[in-house]
């Protein structure tokens, strides 16, 4: 009887407990989409860098660190919150748009580009796209692919100097 009586109540703590952690967090995001909507980019990094090691893998949290490190430039940070809400949610339109142009920023124009492709090509993406949304993304992977194309160019340089002397 006793026994029951306490896996009840730790189940009760449990759920209470979790209800607070939730609240929390909820209290947190809220602080977090302050700071981006009001574009403090940077105070809403470095507040995004205070909670990683509590929320990070969460969705929601992802995404959002993942717009304050993009905003703030810290690309590379950006590349991994926004591959973590691609692998949580893979049919994320904004998340794989936003990896895209985070690997755009780090020089990861092949990355860019199989995003993009994938957001094009991905039939549950795919039908709920937007024109604006498919413009967006074609104007996105021209961009990426001159950009490519730019890189294959090589210019070359002859530079002659020459001394002489009687």
């Known amino acids: ?3 029951s009586v306490i896996k009840i109540t730790a189940f009760g703590l449990v759920v209470f407990f979790s209800s607070l952690v939730s609240a929390a967090n909820d209290t947190e995001l ?3 989409k302050k700071y981006l909507l009001e574009k403090n980019y940077s ?3 470095r507040y995004s ?3 990683a090691d509590e929320l990070a893998g969460e969705l929601a949290f992802d ?3 993942g717009l304050a490190a993009f905003g703030s430039e810290n690309y590379q940070a950006a590349v991994f919150a926004f591959e973590r809400v691609v692998i949580l949610e893979p049919t994320s339109f904004n998340g794989r748009y936003y990896l895209a142009l985070s690997y755009q920023k780090v020089d990861n124009l092949h990355g860019a580009i199989v995003e993009l492709n994938t957001l094009l090509a991905n ?9 604006e949304q498919r413009n967006q993304i074609e104007t996105q992977l021209s961009w990426v692919n001159k950009q ?3 890189r294959k160019r090589s210019w070359s340089h002859d530079i002659a100097l020459s001394v002489g002397s009687d």
Not at 123 to 131: D, K, P
């Open 1 to 3: 009887m006793n026994n």
């Open 30 to 32: 809220s602080q977090l």
């Open 43 to 45: 105070q809403a990094y």
């Open 49 to 51: 860098e205070s909670l």
């Open 63 to 65: 995404f959002l660190a």
């Open 123 to 131: 039939e549950t993406i795919n039908t709920s796209l937007t024109n």
């Open 148 to 150: 490519l194309v730019d």
